[in-house]
């Protein structure tokens, strides 16, 4: 499985919304790092409930649902 990192332009973004006012590389990196991990744990839930429902496409409601499990 390629990595796909995500770009840091947005994550900067972000922790500028709130509230600072230069953002190190360092800091983006951790907060992409953690993003992340977040999302593939979201993403294996979602696979699950999709395979419990029988499908092989996971849907937006399986993301919602996968949310509120975790």
Not at 26 to 51: M, P
Not at 56 to 63: G, L, R, W
């Amino acid at each position: 499985m390629k990595n796909m990192a995500i770009p840091k332009a947005p994550i900067a973004r972000i922790i500028k919304e709130s509230g600072a006012e230069r953002v190190s590389e360092d800091a983006k990196a951790e907060l992409a790092a953690y993003l992340e991990e977040v999302a593939r744990d979201v993403a294996k839930e979602a696979n699950n409930v999709a395979k419990i429902a029988k499908r092989k496409t996971v849907k937006a409601d399986d993301i919602k649902l996968a949310i509120k499990n975790l």
